[in-house]
T-cell receptor, first 110, second 115 residues
Framework: DAKTTQPNSMESNEEEPVHLPCNHS???????IHWYRQLPSQGPEYVIH???SNVNNRMASLAIAEDRKSSTLILHRATLRDAAVYYC???????????FGKGTKLTVNP | DAGVTQSPTHLIKTRGQQVTLRCSPK?????VSWYQQALGQGPQFIFQ???????QRGNFPDRFSGHQFPNYSSELNVNALLLGDSALYLC??????????????FGPGTRLLVL
C-alpha cells in the first residue's frame, strides 16, 4: 500500500488559513490523492481529491507539488468546526480501498 | 436524503459470542465498504461489497464475514469475538464513477465493546 506521512498534530487560530502537509514520495502515476477528515465522534468525511492539478471546492483547496511527491490541504479560514483529524490517502490504481494512516489532529483555537 | 445509516449505535458482547452489524448505503449508492477503527488509530479496511459479492478484502481473518442484499444494504458478521475486536466499525458507501475517483460516504459507526 502506498504510504503517506503527515505531522501528528497542528494548531491554528480561528479565521486564519491552515496548511496541512502530506508527503507521499512513493506515489505512482495513477494514484489519486484523497483527503478525508474525521470530526470527534463521527465517521470520516470526504474533503477533496486530485491527481495532478490543484483543486478547489467549497471546503478546501488541494495544492499538489509538480513532482507529486507531496501535497498540501489548505483551509482558507479555519473555524472551530474544522477541528478534526485530517487523513491524506493515496487511492491506488486498481484498488478501491482507502488506506488510512494516523492523520494530523488539527486543533483550532478561538 | 438520508446518508449512510448504521445500526446499532453501540453494542456490548462477551468473548466468544457472535455479532451482526448493519448498514444502509446513501441513496443511489451500490457499493459498501466496512472499516474497523481502534481507539487512536485510523480506520482499517475490512472488505467491500458490490453486486452482492465481496470485491476486495483487507487483512482480516475469516471470522469477519459480510453480506450485501439486493437493496444494497449490507451486514458485517464477526464470529468468536476477541477482546481485540473492540472498536468502532464504520460503513462507507459509494457509487463507482471512475474506478480511481471513488468518493466514499461514511456512516457514524457502531461502537462494539467486547468484555
Amino acid at each position: 500500500d502506498a504510504k503517506t506521512t503527515q505531522p501528528n498534530s497542528m494548531e491554528s487560530n480561528e479565521e486564519e488559513p491552515v496548511h496541512l502537509p502530506c508527503n507521499h514520495s512513493t506515489i505512482s502515476g495513477t494514484d489519486y490523492i484523497h483527503w478525508y477528515r474525521q470530526l470527534p465522534s463521527q465517521g470520516p468525511e470526504y474533503v477533496i481529491h486530485g491527481l495532478t492539478s490543484n483543486v478547489n471546492n467549497r471546503m478546501a483547496s488541494l495544492a499538489i507539488a509538480e513532482d507529486r511527491k507531496s501535497s498540501t490541504l489548505i483551509l482558507h479560514r479555519a473555524t472551530l468546526r474544522d477541528a478534526a483529524v485530517y487523513y491524506c490517502i493515496l487511492l491506488q490504481g486498481g484498488s478501491e480501498k482507502l488506506v488510512f494512516g494516523k492523520g494530523t489532529k488539527l486543533t483550532v483555537n478561538p | 436524503d438520508a446518508g449512510v445509516t448504521q445500526s446499532p449505535t453501540h453494542l456490548i458482547k462477551t468473548r466468544g459470542q457472535q455479532v451482526t452489524l448493519r448498514c444502509s448505503p446513501k441513496s443511489g449508492h451500490d457499493t459498501v465498504s466496512w472499516y474497523q477503527q481502534a481507539l487512536g488509530q485510523g480506520p482499517q479496511f475490512i472488505f467491500q461489497y458490490y453486486e452482492e459479492e465481496e470485491r476486495q478484502r483487507g487483512n482480516f481473518p475469516d471470522r469477519f464475514s459480510g453480506h450485501q442484499f439486493p437493496n444494497y444494504s449490507s451486514e458485517l458478521n464477526v464470529n468468536a469475538l476477541l477482546l481485540g475486536d473492540s472498536a468502532l466499525y464504520l460503513c462507507a458507501s459509494s457509487s463507482v464513477i471512475s474506478k480511481w475517483e471513488e468518493t466514499q460516504y461514511f456512516g457514524p459507526g457502531t461502537r462494539l465493546l467486547v468484555l
